[in-house]
Nanobody, 126 residues
Framework: EVQLVESGGGLVQAGGSLRLSCAAS????????IGWFRQAPGLEREREGVSCISNVDGRTRYADSVKGRFAVSSDHAKNTVYLEMKNLKPDDTAVYYCGAAEVWGSRCPSAYFGWWGQGIQVTVSS
């Protein structure tokens, strides 16, 4: 059974930093793409793709809104993907989810991701 567990969220002031972790189990880690998505408050908000990384070849992708501030990395020894978030803004406030996909898509569409973590709250105060 594939399991993804996020950790590292919390409350931070604008301009601060957080590092999220996504620990994966039940899959061949090196064969998967791991993505980070977020869903901001509001029932009608869609889950927005933030970043993703291919564990096959290390390719990465970032949403325009986080380029230069967020960095995704993968620790193959620990089966864990990290999302380093710097210069956080109130607009980054959301529940962050990690997902696992068996294939890479150039835009990392959420439809490719068949497994999801439970989500973790990130709140950035102004």
């Amino acid at each position: 059974e594939v399991q993804l567990v996020e950790s590292g969220g919390g409350l931070v002031q604008a301009g601060g930093s957080l590092r999220l972790s996504c620990a994966a189990s039940g899959l061949i880690f090196d064969d998967y793409t791991i993505g980070w998505f977020r869903q901001a408050p509001g029932l009608e908000r869609e889950r927005e793709g933030v970043s993703c990384i291919s564990n096959v070849d290390g390719r990465t992708r970032y949403a325009d809104s986080v380029k230069g501030r967020f960095a995704v990395s993968s620790d193959h020894a620990k089966n864990t993907v990290y999302l380093e978030m710097k210069n956080l803004k109130p607009d980054d406030t959301a529940v962050y989810y990690c997902g696992a996909a068996e294939v890479w898509g150039s835009r990392c569409p959420s439809a490719y991701f068949g497994w999801w973590g439970q989500g973790i709250q990130v709140t950035v105060s102004s």
